[in-house]
């Protein structure tokens, strides 16, 4: 499955996205809650299970009882559990995907996401294509689901998937305002698409039939919004796990929690490590934040700007140009880069991409609204050593992470 893929390296500041959608970002424990792998946020009906809910082995089995795609989705509708998913589906318009040459703004690409599930289908064909999401692993598979014949024909791992995915298999994803093609951002001429979309080409049978309710919102060129916000939300929840796994299962996590809890508390990060540490990777350790932070900005404003222009293309007019980053984002990254990547951590692997090895944005800021706000997912109860996975306040003074910091590396 291939999300708005154009290949080039996009660094995107998610804050803008999320104040659209302030009740996000302004939830406190009543309105959400992430416990054990289930995530429910109340005011969007939205509840992701990773411990007990879809997967692909159970969607698999559904499939073989049918034979076409239109009989399977109706069967998905008819459990009951993805209602919701249908009635906030994300239609993406332009995509470079393989098997894409269908899509456009009059029949563009259906993304659903259900639990452990992402599904994507073009309305003209039939086939559907699944990325599963396996927390417990660290890692995400792919599956096509084929009509045609007598019965389904499942295909797993298939290289078109990794063509355009890379062979992580990571879901490719970009956020307002920078989603090129998808139906659900505020410029006028993709809310003109989307009114010609609805009173078009969504009469197509697959589209009326399964998403009418969506087209039948009050004001919903503006309420379709909601569908990519949840889609986002939904692979912040596999993003995060897959960070929780990756600093659970890693050697030297002991040794590098406190300074990764430094760099999301804003602290100066670079005397947290001693001068034996830093000499044996001096390419390292020896950038400074500043720099990082001014290589980042740099990257921002071009490739930003390479990202306008294709999304001007896409809709034949201007949407203007976004230069004015959030420095607070900026710096989080830089920090949180100066101390994973000498766990060879790479960030790209936990955040949004646009393209296999990207990274969609600096979202790991406390407090901005980012997507990926590690006291948001539970990420900091992992490195501090608490239990608990609910939104905490900051758990350390500077100082004290310091001196954790400093009496770990001796005591290693």
Known sequence: MTVVTDFCRVFVCLSAFFSLLPNIHAMGDKDRKFIDGRLEINDYNLTIDLENGWDFERLQKLAS?????????????????FE?????????????????????????????????????????????????????????????IVYGGKKAKV???PQSCQNCHGPSMKPLWSSYPFSVG?????????????????????????????????????????????????FSVHLTLFLSQMAKH????????????????????????????????KVSKPELFNRTLDNISLDLQMLLKSELDERIQRHSDVMG????????????????????????????????????????????APTFANGSGGFFDFKK???DALLSG???????????????????????????
């Open 84 to 144: 919701e998913a249908f009635h906030n589906p994300t239609f993406v318009f332009e995509s470079l995907a393989e098997n894409a040459e269908h899509v456009n703004p009059q029949n563009p690409r259906v993304l659903l996401a259900k639990d452990k599930l992402l599904l994507a289908f073009d309305a003209s064909q039939s086939g559907l294509q699944i990325i599963e999401a396996l927390p417990e692993e660290g890692k995400f598979a792919a599956h096509e």
């Open 377 to 379: 997912w539970g990420l």
């Open 182 to 230: 998808v139906y659900g951002m505020s410029e006028s001429n993709v809310e003109k698409a989307y009114r010609e979309f609805i009173a078009g080409g969504a009469r197509g049978p697959m589209y009326r039939k399964f998403f009418n309710s969506a087209f039948q919102k009050p004001g919903s060129h503006t309420s379709v919004k909601i569908g990519p916000l949840r």
């Open 65 to 81: 009882r049918h034979a076409s795609l239109e009989s399977l989705l109706v069967a998905l509708l008819g459990t009951g559990e």
């Open 246 to 277: 990756d600093l659970s299962v890693h050697p030297d996590r002991e040794q590098y929690r406190y300074p990764i809890l430094a760099a999301l508390q804003g602290c100066d990060v670079t005397d947290f490590f001693p001068e034996d540490v």
């Open 155 to 157: 295909f797993s791992h």
């Open 317 to 360: 007019e201007p949407i203007g140009s976004f230069t004015d980053f959030d420095s607070q984002n900026v710096k989080t990254y830089a920090r949180l880069k100066y101390v994973l990547e000498p766990m060879n951590i790479f960030l790209e692997s936990w955040g949004f991409q646009s393209a296999p090895g990207s990274l969609e």
């Open 386 to 412: 608490s239990q608990t996975s609910r939104i905490s306040s900051p758990i350390f003074s500077c100082e004290e992470l310091h001196e954790r910091s400093q009496a770990q590396f001796r005591k290693n």
